[in-house]
């Protein structure tokens, strides 16, 4: 069965900081992933996806993410956080276009000025 | 597109009554999500819908819970009768392939 790991529950980092949350996730196919945000009191928002080619993804708000098939995982980066970014980050895949979306538990960053 | 359109925004009912979550989702998308947020067990999966057709309702928690769509610009989510376990933040998503796209969803408390 398809499943995503979010090792890190919460991640408090210092403004400015640079940030790395981490995603894995097991799968025997290929996989669409995806990064969403959370604010709060809202609805997720898409970051970026990795649907196929380069493995380095550039999303909205500077974020970045790295696909490595050999290690399964899809981190997501941030060379330098601003107080706007705290909020739930939430890793998903998806086996083919046409299935469920699997969440991970999702990683709560805090920043702190 | 105005997105995912979800009403009511906030509802707060007593135990025992019955809720109905609304749910529009972006013109041209042919799958339909439903979810439940709480702090303890995070974002579930409760039932989704491609062509106005459930596919999985496996994620349903009982049956006080039913959710329809009658077309492909409208669903419900029931809860017949509410309980306080119920209270929660309720979101529908849709998609067409790939991503979801995500409504502001419902927050929903039972007293």
């Known amino acids: 069965a398809q499943s995503v790991t979010q090792l890190d529950s919460q991640v408090p980092v210092f403004e400015e900081a640079p940030v790395e949350l981490r995603c894995n996730y097991s799968?025997?196919?290929?996989?669409?992933l995806f990064w969403y945000v959370q604010y709060p009191n809202q609805g997720l928002q898409l970051l970026l996806k990795?649907?196929?080619?380069?493995?380095l993804v550039k999303g909205i708000n500077g974020f970045e993410a790295e696909f490595n098939k050999s290690q399964t995982s899809f981190h997501l980066r941030k060379p330098s956080v601003h107080i706007s970014d705290t909020a739930e980050y939430f890793c998903?895949?998806?086996?083919?276009?046409?299935?469920?979306?699997?969440f991970g538990p999702g990683t709560s960053l805090s920043v702190i000025p | 597109d105005a997105g995912v359109i979800q009403s009511p925004r906030h509802e707060v009912t007593e135990m025992g009554q019955e809720v109905t979550l609304r749910c529009k989702p972006i013109?041209?998308?042919?799958?339909l999500f439903w979810y439940r947020q709480t702090m303890m067990r995070g974002l579930e999966l409760l039932i989704y819908?491609?062509?106005?057709?459930?596919?999985?309702d496996s994620g349903m928690p009982e049956d006080r819970f039913s959710a329809k769509m009658p077309n492909a610009s409208f669903s419900t989510l029931k809860i017949q009768p509410s309980e306080p376990r119920d209270s929660a933040v309720y979101f529908c998503?849709?998609?067409?392939?790939?991503?979801?796209?995500f409504g502001p969803g419902t927050r929903l408390t039972v007293t």
């Open positions: 990795y649907l196929s080619g380069s493995t």
């Open positions: 799968s025997s196919v290929s996989v669409y």
């Open positions: 819908f491609n062509n106005n057709v459930p596919i999985d």
């Open positions: 998503a849709s998609t067409r392939g790939g991503e979801q796209y």
């Open positions: 013109s041209g998308h042919d799958y």
């Open positions: 998903a895949a998806l086996k083919t276009s046409y299935d469920k979306v699997i």
